[in-house]
């Protein structure tokens, strides 16, 4: 049996998303990882400069405005200030998040213990996915969720296209965003957006209010424009 080619031709809109989505969920896996580096801070401020492609919201252009405008000499004090803010919001001894894992922040949502655990590593694995967890993240922490999701979107830019392939890596996005990441992340945001004192992590917050939804619209439009494209071939 012979699979088809689908040749489709992304809109303008469409184009910038795929090149910037990875862009976006790098930048938020990196920050809410572990506490930001010199080095990290360093290397964000020179990919905004080089990379239109990564302001797929008006915080990211925001975001981008703060670090070009900060000079060398003030990068220092600039990454003090956020390893201590990242300290107080995740690692304190009272932090404003306890938790960034899915099982222990839907249960606080729901006052209901439920175990995501399971269904989340079937995903990773029916994907082929292993991650390189750098301080030995839980499976369900945010940045390994989201680290998911870019290792997709990765794919689905490379993919030459193949129908079922393309399908397959899309309803796995969709899915993955619907009963999983939407599910708590945007609450997590909405908490970020009030608590956070310092620039880069408030800015995170609003980043990922904006990006979530965006990324998820723009898979659903993409799917159903290769339906189409199918249908009328």
């Known amino acids: 049996m012979t ?19 990875g862009w976006v969920y790098q930048l938020l896996i990196d920050f809410l990882r572990n506490r930001p580096r010199l080095s990290l801070i360093a290397q964000w401020q020179k ?18 405005d703060y670090l070009s405008n900060t000079m060398p000499e003030q990068l220092t004090k600039l990454c003090e200030v956020e390893r201590a803010e990242y300290h107080r919001l995740f690692e304190g001894v009272r932090p404003i998040f ?13 006052k209901n213990s439920v175990d995501y655990m399971l269904d989340i590593r079937n995903r990773y694995a029916q994907s082929g996915i ?16 989201l680290e998911y999701m870019a290792v997709l979107g990765e794919r689905m830019s490379d993919d030459v296209c193949l129908r079922a392939s393309q399908h397959a890596l899309m309803d796995s996005q969709i899915q993955f965003l619907e009963q999983h990441v939407m599910q708590w992340v945007p609450s997590v945001a909405e908490a970020l957006c009030k608590e ?20 998820i619209a723009m898979l659903r439009s993409c799917r159903a424009e290769l339906d189409s494209c199918l249908i009328s071939s």
């Open 3 to 21: 699979m088809t080619l689908v040749m489709v031709r992304d809109s303008e809109e469409c184009v910038r998303w795929k090149q910037g989505r």
């Open 130 to 145: 292993v991650f390189n967890k750098l301080v030995l993240e839980q499976d369900d922490h945010i940045s390994i969720e």
């Open 47 to 64: 990919h905004m400069a080089m990379r239109e492609e990564v302001f797929l919201t008006k915080e990211g252009q925001k975001l981008k």
């Open 196 to 215: 956070a004192r310092s620039p880069i992590y408030r800015s995170l917050g609003y980043i990922l209010q904006e990006f979530l939804p965006y990324d």
């Open 98 to 110: 306890p938790s960034l894992c899915e099982n222990d922040y839907r249960s606080m949502l729901s």
